[in-house]
């Protein structure tokens, strides 16, 4: 057998047995191709590739064919040079970017004369790929006036839109969907919400690519999108920044509720009048000249900020009389208090080359994060703001890149990301460690902060090994094949402790003292809808440590027919290998994914290109399987209270202690006398980790990632050498969603309570996406650059499968007590909340350069279409269940039959909010001494028109206490009768409801 086909196959295996994981490219290829003036290939040219981005040189030889092949390049600017006796000299140059392969052309002609001939790429990397990408240079993010986040970066490729809870959305895909890469590492925040951790200076990113369709086998473990990023790496030559950027809470404008509060409010407080100062640096350079190069970074930032508490809503009279209350009850506004963040991270990176075409590459960076005053959670009181949090963290990982022969390369990759979560209060005092969450305030919280205190651990580790070999033919073109294994894990060991006595009410009615702070009343009516709830949230089982694990094999091959014709053919195979906090396995699962893209070039020479594709992504399992873990998760809880209307939490209490069996203490030692009793309306208890206890489990055979299926459509066209323009037509379909199952098989654990089955459904819930980019750029010689691109998109269905609150979640809204949920208002279809039908960026430079310097002037412009919603409420069913249509919870095998039902009044999207645009400049000045030394200061404005859009809202829909029942199947409900609107709905009652004003930044600094 041959030894070299031997030793691919043993490094395969090798990897697959040991799951060494993969991810985003950190380098670029360059296929290229010499010809000669007639269009005839050229075999036996020697290609010699130099750049400050590569230490040494590069050199291949063309193929039969006239092409060559060269891996592994960092990002940079190349100078290819191409020798053959008999021939010119002809130089070229050419930009290699991560994730893409360049395709530069070179014509020789015969030697007549010694002249080199020095000639600029004739094709756009941007264009010669299969795959539905942007890539984002630092120089070029630095000079426009927007955050230099990974989340930032991504939102000006065409197709992402803000998502629904923070995070971004990736064709209509949910935020936990994305796969967020740093120098081969993953740094998704954390499994929950799907968003990108800070472990990076802002200065020191050298570029961005953004995948959004079409993506090769090697990209895995999403359903939305990728988003991949290096740093810098050094060079032969010493270079380095210094940055101080100033900011200050007073130049932000205010919000239409800042500006109302700061008008009626006596106790208003204004914002911090400070300037914040956040210093930056980077230095790199050789240790040795083309061996050995280091980058260090470091960033230092303490900020005092204004935030703002939620506005209240005030108690109506009919309300305030019910409860024996004056009527005319006011509420504040959002009101402000200063939040002071703490932050410094240092980054060292060293780039080494062992031997010629053996490269190593080393990073790790360090962050420690504390803040004062967080508003983890939307609190209407300082007392709900968490007083002391910290966050540190840390990233590191290992690159290798052989080229083992011109042909066949290896890239091994070893990442891993620490970060861990401390916040909340440590108190025993009962009443001191209650949370209040204010039901009739949008759930916004008071006195005791989320969370217990203690600290949580939320890790990442990945590997990657890759080989890559590229194959001539003559009669069927050249082949770039890739294959591999990859593996990413995610640990996660946290105590989810709702509050620090594990106690939590919450009021139906809030009224406000004369200083603005929020007073619970505490009554009830023997309602579940008009009573105050009491919750107990005890974490019975202590965390042991999850372990989320994807391992993959794929293979891909890029196949160049000929000039006119190539296409991306891969196969990809995911496996889930999943342990939740109590050591339960919930997946051992595994998918086979396709992935087909055909472009066609009619001149073939890039001019015009015309694509299709049809592939399948599978995503990784979220943090939303964990429900079925008991470890390190809440029991719950929930009473109605029934006792004297009080505005004390020590009452309440008290209430508790002599009412119950048992009291308090037969409550906290977890006894059922105590637990069970008549006032007791909702449980969830695993006493134990015992498959008969659990009240959560997995379906059989264990769980699987969701999945998409995606069919693709593009266009794309050169404009000389200036620019380009593209077009794609995005379809998408989701599926696999993780879901809730109770029903009649069901049954109940040992504790009797219904137990829910974690399933996945293709057909339970929809989810669809389409959407149409349009995307370019063009440099004109008057140093004007144009750019931009507009989405329209249309995301819809029935199932969003993350909050605010928790991130990802599963789903049970017509999957469990399915005969409370069989009807037609239930969960009706429509636009989802990150659905945004019009995206536009339009983004315009000019450079300008005078005696006195160097100027450049950035413009955005960013329009958003309002977000969509709709109004639904909770009907009361509880002991009515056959006054609705309902059957009798009798005659059913449920232990706790659901005591209210969601009903939709309107379809989800009858409403929208505003649609917003904002106007951003950048002014950019830079003076440059002795060809080397460069001062620089840049103004930054966003939204300079000072919009005030609101962009979110309350919807709050109230059920009428005591409304007369209705048959839910074929009569609708009636404003006032049995449900009203609340006061605020559709209105902003926080500052984050608003577009954010107006804000003023400047950075000054050197660099060399």
């Known amino acids: 057998m041959n030894t070299r086909f031997t030793n691919v196959v043993f490094g395969v295996v090798f990897a697959a047995l040991f799951a060494f994981p993969a991810f985003a490219q950190q380098t670029g290829n360059m296929n290229g191709s010499v010809e000669d003036a007639n269009g005839e290939p050229l075999p036996g040219v020697v290609i010699t590739l130099e750049s400050p981005a590569l230490q040494g040189t590069r050199t291949a030889v063309s193929a039969e064919t006239g092409q060559f092949l060269t891996r592994l ?33 070179l014509v ?179 240790v040795i000249k083309d061996r050995l190069w280091f980058a260090v970074a470091g960033r230092k930032f303490d900020t005092e900020l204004t935030e703002n508490l939620q506005g209240g809503v005030a108690l109506s009279d009919a309300d305030a009389t019910r409860l024996g209350l004056p009527t ?41 994060v504390d803040v004062i005053n967080r508003q983890g959670f939307t609190a209407i009181s300082l ?61 916004a919280y008071s006195n005791a902060p989320f969370g217990g205190g203690g600290v949580a651990e939320r890790n990442s580790e990945n590997w990657n090994l890759k080989f890559s070999y590229f194959y001539n033919s003559t009669n069927l073109g050249s082949h770039d094949f890739t294959f591999g294994a990859q593996s990413l894990t995610e640990t996660r060991q946290e105590n989810n402790f709702q509050s620090p006595s594990g106690w939590q009410f919450r009021p139906q009615y809030t009224r406000f003292d004369s200083s603005g702070e929020p007073i619970p009343i505490f009554q009830g009516d023997g309602t579940i809808g008009g009573s105050t709830w009491i919750v107990y949230f005890p974490v019975i089982n202590l965390s042991q440590g999850s372990d989320f694990t994807t391992e993959a094999l794929f ?117 059922i006398n105590s ?29 699987d990632a969701s999945d998409v299926t995606e069919i693709s459509l593009g266009y794309k066209h050169k404009l000389g050498n200036r620019g380009y323009l593209k077009s794609d037509i995005i379809m998408r379909e989701y599926g696999n969603f993780l879901i809730d199952v109770i029903d009649s098989t069901t049954g109940q654990n040992s504790f009797g309570v219904d137990r829910t089955v974690l399933s996945n459904c293709d057909d339970c819930y929809e989810r669809e996406y389409f959407g149409i980019n349009l995307s ?82 950035s413009g955005l412009l960013n329009y958003f279409s309002g977000i969509p919603y709709g109004a639904s409420y909770n009907v009361q069913i509880g002991g009515r269940e056959t006054e609705f249509g309902f059957p009798d919870p009798s005659t059913l095998p449920y232990s706790e039959p659901p005591q209210e039902a969601t009903y939709y009044i309107t379809d989800p999207d009858a409403f929208s909010f505003d649609s917003f645009t904002s106007v951003d400049l950048a002014v950019n000045y830079s003076y440059t001494i002795q060809s080397r030394y460069e001062l620089f200061v840049q103004l930054e404005i966003t939204n300079l028109l000072n919009g005030d859009a609101q962009i979110d809202g309350n919807q709050t829909v109230n059920p009428v206490s005591g409304a007369p029942a209705f048959n839910i199947y074929n009569e609708t409900p009636v404003e006032n ?27 000054i600094g050197f660099r060399f």
């Open 73 to 105: 390049l960092p990002a940079g600017i190349y100078t290819v040079t191409a020798t053959m006796p008999g021939m010119k000299t002809v130089k070229l140059e050419t930009r290699v970017a991560i994730g893409t392969t360049s395709r530069p052309r």
């Open 108 to 286: 020789m002609e015969p030697e007549g004369t010694s002249e080199v001939l020095v000639v600029v790429a004739d094709r756009v990397f941007e264009l010669d790929t299969t795959q539905v990408a942007s890539n984002f240079e630092g120089d070029f993010v630095e000079k426009l006036p927007r955050g230099r986040d990974l989340q930032s970066v991504a939102r000006l490729a065409p197709g992402v839109t803000t998502g629904a809870f923070g995070g971004i959305s990736i064709n209509g895909a949910a935020a936990t969907e994305n796969v967020f890469m740093l120098n081969g590492a993953f740094v998704n925040g954390d499994g929950i919400r799907g968003r990108a951790d800070n472990l990076f200076i802002e200065d020191d990113i050298q570029e961005t690519q953004v995948i959004t369709g079409n993506a090769s086998a090697e990209h895995g473990f999403f359903v939305g999108g990728v988003v991949n990023s290096i740093t810098k790496s050094g060079g032969n030559e010493f270079h380095g920044t210094f940055r101080a950027s100033l900011s200050n809470d007073d130049w932000l404008a205010r919000t239409p509720l800042q500006k109302e509060d700061r008008a009626n409010n006596p106790n208003y407080e204004p914002p911090v009048d400070k300037i914040n100062k956040e210093y930056t640096f980077t230095f790199n350079g050789p």
């Open 328 to 368: 005319g009850q006011t509420a504040p506004d959002g009101r402000g208090y200063t939040e002071t963040t703490e932050r410094q991270r240092i980054q060292l990176k060293l780039t080494g080359t062992l031997a010629e075409g053996h490269t190593v590459v080393a990073s790790y960076l360090d962050d420690e």
């Open 383 to 443: 007392s709900g703001v968490d007083p002391a949090a910290s966050f540190p963290g840390s990233l590191l990982s290992f690159n290798y890149r052989g080229v083992i022969t011109p042909a066949f390369t290896v890239d091994a990759n070893y990442a891993e990301r620490t970060g861990d979560l401390a916040s909340g209060i440590i108190t025993n005092d009962r009443v001191a460690g209650t949370t209040i969450l204010h039901q009739d305030q949008g759930n």
């Open 555 to 671: 293979l891909n091959d890029v196949w160049t027919l000929n000039e006119n014709w190539y296409f991306n053919l891969g196969l990809r195979y995911d496996r889930n290998d999943t342990s939740a906090e109590d050591g339960q396995e919930l997946s051992s699962t595994s998918n086979v994914s396709p992935r087909l893209t055909i472009n066609y070039d009619p001149r073939g020479d890039g001019v015009h290109q015309f694509s299709v594709g049809y592939n399948v992504y599978s995503g990784k399992l979220n943090d939303a399987a964990q429900d079925g873990s008991t470890s390190g998760s809440p029991a719950i809880f929930a009473w109605i209270y029934d006792g004297p209307q009080t505005e004390s939490i020590a009452d309440v209490h008290a209430w508790i202690d002599q009412t119950f069996p048992g009291g308090l203490a037969g409550v906290e030692a977890i006894d």
């Open 675 to 703: 637990i069970q009793n008549p006032y007791l309306w909702f449980q969830d208890y695993s006493p134990d980790t015992s498959f008969e206890s659990l009240s959560v489990v997995p379906q059989a055979g264990g769980l």
């Open 776 to 857: 370019g750029q063009y440099r004109f010689e008057n140093e004007i650059t144009l750019g931009g691109n507009y989405t329209y998109s249309q995301a819809e269905g029935n199932i969003n499968g993350e909050t605010s609150g928790s991130g990802s979640i599963s789903t049970g809204r017509v999957t469990t007590y399915p005969e409370y949920a069989n009807y037609d208002r239930a969960n009706p279809t429509g636009l989802l909340p990150e659905n945004i039908d019009h995206t536009l960026r339009l983004w315009a430079a000019y450079d300008l350069n005078t005696s006195v310097g160097t100027f450049n002037f």
């Open 977 to 1003: 009768v049995h449900y009203t609107f609340g006061p605020a709905f559709g209105e902003a009652t926080s500052n984050a409801d608003y577009q954010t004003p107006r804000q003023i930044g400047i950075d």
